[in-house]
C-alpha cells in the first residue's frame, strides 16, 4: 500500500507521522506579503524623502527672500548705503544675519562693491553672484558658489527716498547647513520606514499563520479538489442538506435536493454574510418555526408545502461559530406507496370475500339446477348479478361509475375507498348528481389535486363513520363530485361523531386518532394547501341532523401553476 496521499486524482506528498506539515501556500504567501511591504515602505519613504528635500530648499529660499526684503525695507538702510556708511550698513546686517540664523546677509551699491560681510576683510570687494537683475530693480532666488561656499541666496534691490535703486541686500543660507537639516529628517524618515517595515512583516506573518490555520495547511490543488469534491457530492445527494448560521439564521449550505424539496429557486446564493434567510426566501412557516424551536428535531415528519419531510437538525459547534445542519428526505412518495399498499390489501381481502361468497352462490345455483328448479336458478343467478354490479355504493356499479367521471384516476380512487367501505362494514354512498365532464376534467396537476383532496376526505370519513358503526349508530359516508359555477365541488358527509373545533383540524399534526400506526393529521392539512394553491374554499358544517360532520370543497377549474413543493409538479 502506498504511504501517499490521493486527493482529486493527484498523488500528494506523503506525511511521514509526527512530522509537521509544511505549507508552500502559506511560504509564498508571506514572502509576497513581505516583499510587497518592503517595496511599499521603500517606495513611499523615497517619495517622502523628496518631498522633504524640497520642502527644506523652498523653506531655506523663501527664508532668506523675506530676510532681505525686510533688511532692504528697513528704515535708514538706503540712507546708509547712498552716504557709504559701512559701519552703520555692516550693524545693520550683522544683527540681521544674527537674529535670523541663516549664512550670511551682503550689502552692497548698485555697482556690487559689498559694504557689508560676516567676514569683514572682504569688504569693499565686488559681490560674487548674479546682482545686475536686482540693480535694475528686479528680485532673484539662486544657488550660488560664493566665498563662504555653495549656498541658497535671494538678492533684492534697496530704493531710496525717489524710488531709484540705491543699493542692493543679498541673504543667504550655506547648502551645508541646508543638507544638514535634510538629513536630519530624513533620518527620522528612514527610522519610521523602518518601523512600519518591521510592523509590516509581523503583520504578514501574523495573517500568514492564520491563513495556513484557516486553510487547514493545505495546498491550492488540495483545495480546489476539495471544492470540487464537495460540489459533486451536494450534486449527487439524493438528500436534501441546508446548513444554517445558528446565530444570524442565514443560509451556509444548501444543495440542489433541499432547494426542490423546498421549492426554492436555484439561484440562492448562500453566504455566511449575506445569505439570505429561511424567512426571506418563504419557507414554510411550519418548518421555520420548528427549526427555530431549541428542541432536539430527530427524525420528525412534517408537512411543508404538500410534501411529507422527514427532517433532523443537528448542532455543529466550531470554534466561534455554530451552524445548524438540516437534512431533509421526501416521504411523500414512500406515504403514496404504502396508502397503495393499504388499498391493495383492502381490495384483496375484499376479493377473496367475494370469491368465497361467489363460491357460495354457484353451489346454491348448482344445486337448484341439479333438483331441477330451473327457473329459480336463472332468477337466483340474474338478482346475485345485479348486486355484483350495483354493490353497496348507492348504486353506482363500476361501469356506470367511469361513464359519470371522466377522469380515471378519481374514478378508481372512488371505486376503491367503496371497496375498503364494504371491507369495513361500511357504506359509501355516491350522491346521484355525481359527474365530471372531460371539458372540466383538466391536467394531470388538476386531477392529482382533487384525489388529494377526495382521498384525504373519504378517509376521514370513514373513519368517523367507523367509530360510529362501532357505536350502532351509523357508518355511511355520502360522496358527492360534481362541476358548478366554473369550479369542482367535492361534498363528503359522514356520521361520525363531529369535529369540535373545525378550524383546529386543517393544522398539520392535529388528529382524533391513535397516532399507533404513524404520523397522522396530515390529511386536512394537505387538503387545506391544495385549496389554496388553486384560491378555492373550504366550507365544514355538521349534518343535517346534528351528527357527523359535511366537507364542501370548491376547486376552481382554471388552470394553476403547479406548486414546486407538489409531488406531481417535481414528476
Do not use: C
Not at 370475500?353 to 333438483?371: D, G, P, R
Amino acid at each position: 500500500m502506498s504511504s501517499g496521499r490521493t486527493q482529486g486524482g493527484a498523488e500528494l506528498d506523503p506525511e511521514p507521522a509526527g512530522t509537521r506539515r509544511r505549507s508552500t501556500l502559506v511560504r509564498r504567501l508571506l514572502a509576497l506579503e513581505i516583499v510587497t511591504v518592503v517595496l511599499t515602505a521603500v517606495i513611499a519613504g523615497g517619495v517622502s524623502a523628496w518631498n522633504t528635500r524640497e520642502t527644506i530648499e523652498r523653506d531655506a529660499a523663501d527664508k532668506v527672500l523675506a530676510v532681505a526684503v525686510s533688511l532692504a525695507s528697513a528704515p535708514g538702510l538706503a540712507d546708509a548705503v547712498v552716504a557709504r556708511d559701512v559701519p552703520r550698513v555692516q550693524a545693520a546686517a550683522e544683527a540681521a544675519r544674527q537674529g535670523t540664523g541663516i549664512s550670511f546677509v551682503t550689502v552692497m551699491d548698485p555697482a556690487g562693491t559689498r559694504l557689508s560681510h560676516p567676514e569683514p576683510a572682504r569688504i569693499g570687494e565686488t559681490y560674487q553672484g548674479t546682482f545686475l537683475p536686482a540693480a535694475a530693480g528686479a528680485t532673484l532666488v539662486e544657488t550660488f558658489p560664493g566665498t563662504l561656499g555653495l549656498s541658497v541666496r535671494a538678492i533684492v534691490p534697496v530704493r531710496g527716498a525717489a524710488g531709484d535703486v540705491v543699493g542692493i541686500v543679498a541673504a543667504g543660507q550655506l547648502r551645508v547647513q541646508v543638507a544638514d537639516r535634510i538629513a536630519r529628517e530624513l533620518g527620522i524618515l528612514a527610522l519610521a520606514a523602518a518601523l512600519a517595515i518591521a510592523l509590516g512583516v509581523g503583520v504578514a506573518w501574523v495573517a500568514a499563520r492564520r491563513v495556513k490555520r484557516d486553510t487547514l495547511g493545505l495546498e491550492p490543488r488540495e483545495i480546489t479538489a476539495l471544492h470540487r469534491h464537495h460540489e459533486a457530492v451536494m450534486a449527487a445527494m439524493r438528500e436534501g442538506l441546508l446548513v444554517l448560521d445558528a446565530d444570524t439564521g442565514r443560509v451556509v449550505v444548501l444543495n440542489a435536493e433541499a432547494a426542490r424539496l423546498l421549492g426554492l429557486p436555484d439561484t440562492v446564493g448562500p453566504s455566511r454574510a449575506a445569505g439570505p434567510t429561511l424567512d426571506a426566501l418563504g419557507v414554510d412557516p411550519v418548518l421555520r418555526e420548528r427549526l427555530a424551536d431549541g428542541s432536539p428535531v430527530t427524525d420528525e415528519t412534517m408537512l411543508v408545502g404538500e410534501r411529507l419531510l422527514l427532517v433532523n437538525r443537528t448542532e455543529l459547534a466550531q470554534p466561534a461559530i455554530t451552524d445548524l445542519v438540516v437534512t431533509l428526505r421526501d416521504r411523500t412518495e414512500l406515504e403514496a406507496m404504502t396508502r397503495e399498499l393499504d388499498d391493495a390489501r383492502s381490495v384483496t381481502r375484499a376479493l377473496r370475500f367475494a370469491a368465497h361468497e361467489h363460491a357460495n352462490h354457484l353451489q346454491a345455483v348448482s344445486t337448484l339446477i341439479e333438483l331441477g328448479a330451473h327457473d329459480d336458478a336463472r332468477d337466483l343467478a340474474q338478482r346475485w348479478n345485479h348486486d355484483l354490479l350495483d354493490g353497496s355504493d348507492g348504486g353506482a356499479g363500476d361501469g356506470d361509475l367511469r361513464d359519470r367521471i371522466a377522469d380515471p384516476a378519481l374514478a378508481a380512487l372512488v371505486l376503491d375507498k367503496a371497496t375498503d367501505a364494504r371491507d369495513r362494514g361500511l357504506e359509501l354512498r355516491i350522491g346521484d348528481t355525481t359527474s365530471l365532464d372531460v371539458d372540466v376534467a383538466g391536467d394531470e396537476q388538476a386531477s392529482t389535486d382533487r384525489v388529494t383532496v377526495v382521498g384525504n376526505l373519504v378517509d376521514n370519513a370513514l373513519d368517523a363513520a367507523l367509530a360510529s358503526a362501532h357505536d350502532g349508530r351509523g357508518g355511511v359516508v355520502e360522496l358527492d363530485v360534481h362541476a358548478a359555477d366554473g369550479a369542482v365541488v367535492v361534498r363528503v358527509a359522514d356520521d361520525g361523531p363531529g369535529l369540535a373545533d373545525p378550524e383546529a383540524a386543517f393544522a398539520p399534526g392535529w388528529s382524533t386518532k391513535d397516532r399507533g400506526r404513524g404520523e397522522r393529521g396530515l390529511g386536512l392539512a394537505l387538503v387545506r394547501r391544495v385549496v389554496d394553491r388553486r384560491e378555492g374554499s373550504i366550507d365544514v358544517a355538521p349534518g343535517p341532523d346534528g351528527r357527523g360532520t359535511v366537507f364542501t370543497v370548491r376547486l376552481p377549474t382554471r388552470p394553476v401553476a403547479p406548486d414546486p413543493q407538489s409531488p406531481a409538479a417535481s414528476r
